[in-house]
């Protein structure tokens, strides 16, 4: 696959959107467009966009900012926002991290229980990690905020990329890739079994009787498998959604087999329309051979919308957050992409060095194979391939052609919604949400109103029946 540097919108087919523009009845009784917002006090959809004169880096820790995006988001109708996490900070070592806005975070969940006060439909997703957490802990937050927010709660599954991580849970060394994926697929059977340690209606909380559940309707799981025991109930009852929808974003094979078995909406990124649509059909077809309707399995590129009054304008805008990138960022964020490798003695203009196939680091896989296969086979640069990495998957451009592309995507099959990373906040959210979003609706593509309470219901995906009554196994 070729990835492109940032679009600009000059590249949108415009002329194949026209041609195949829906009619509202179809847009909706087949499928309907679903958006996520990826929320980031700084963006988060470019590494230096906390530098833009427009951005205020300064709400990153400042719960009101996160009150106001939110509510613009709900405003747009989006269909959830996600907080992505990992227990480290990302760009690790010190050389880059004083100058990316990553060391300043709040913990997702503790966010996310304070937005579900502020909002009343925005779906409201994080990541936790099945490499460094238990089951039991997990499946009690998330269960926890599905019952503080009444049913819009998501758990981005991840395995955890970053070899940090290890040393923030005093590991000496990161779990191996395979390994990973093994201990997540049994820590997400324990999590659901853990949210189905009730019946729906088992608390009947009957003064009367003097009984808060029926006892007919516990399930008490026990699981003993190869990386946990654990033994329910869990202390809290079913979720409201039966279970918080599941997000996931494996790329590599066994990644993939795992958002396919596990995964109801999928994070991707991808660089241009072909390989999205192979990611595509790729993914359903694993889902359908899982036994999933694949309809139920939503695919969600990410994407960095840059809304401009022209295309000039775009392209400006574009170069300007470009030249924002610090030299020791640029290095910093080839180094993390690509693995573990030491660029410090490399000049920034010159060509990436050759990487040794067994100093390729402890990483997943797929997007380091991308980038190498973008520095050799064009032989770009160090700085280019920063830039590109940076703006990877940024659309600048008017609001007629960012809608074009999103439109071609859905109608090409190469996503079924889209997670938006705003290069900066705030104004880029709300540029999207009051210019692109209207031609959206008015294309018939995005709802005008939220249909459901839940953000299961919203997305279109069923609330999973209860498992097996006991759910208890000798996983080894
Ligand atoms: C949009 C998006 C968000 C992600 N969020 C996180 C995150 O919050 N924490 C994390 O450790 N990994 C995150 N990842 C990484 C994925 O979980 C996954 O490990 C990565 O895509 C590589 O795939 P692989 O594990 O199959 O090699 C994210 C990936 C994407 C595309």
Redesign the pocket.
Known sequence: MTAQPAQTATTAPTAQTATTAPTATTARTARRLTLGA?VHGSGGGHIAGWRHPDARPEGQLDFPFHADLARTLERGRFDAL?????DAV?GHPLDSLSRTARAGRFEPLTLLAALALVTEHIGLA??A?TTYHHPFHIARKFASLDHISSGRAGW???????PP?AAGSARDSHLE?EL??RRADEFVRVVKALWDSFDDDAPVRDKATGRYYDPAGLRTPHHEGEHFTVRGPLNISRPPQGHPVVF?????????E??ARHGEVL???QYELGAAQEFYADIKARAAGHGRDPAHVLV?P?LTPLVAATESDARRRLSELQDLIHDDVARRIVQEGIGDLDLSEHPLDGPLPEIAEGNRGN?????RELLLKLAHDDGSTIRRLAGRIAASTTVAGTPEQIADHIETWFRERAADGF?I?FPYLPGPAEDFVDHVVPLLQRRGLLRTDYEGTSLRENLGLPRPALGARHLQESGR
Do not use: C, I, K, P
């Not at 996600?82 to 990992?86: E, H, R, T």
């Open positions: 990826l996600f907080v992505a996490d990992a990302r994080a990541t990690t981005n599954v991840t395995a955890s990329v970053a991580e890739h990973r994926y996931q974003a494996g790329s590599s094979q066994t990644g993939r795992f958002a994070f991707t990124t969600w990410g990483r997943g896989n797929s997007r997670n990373a």
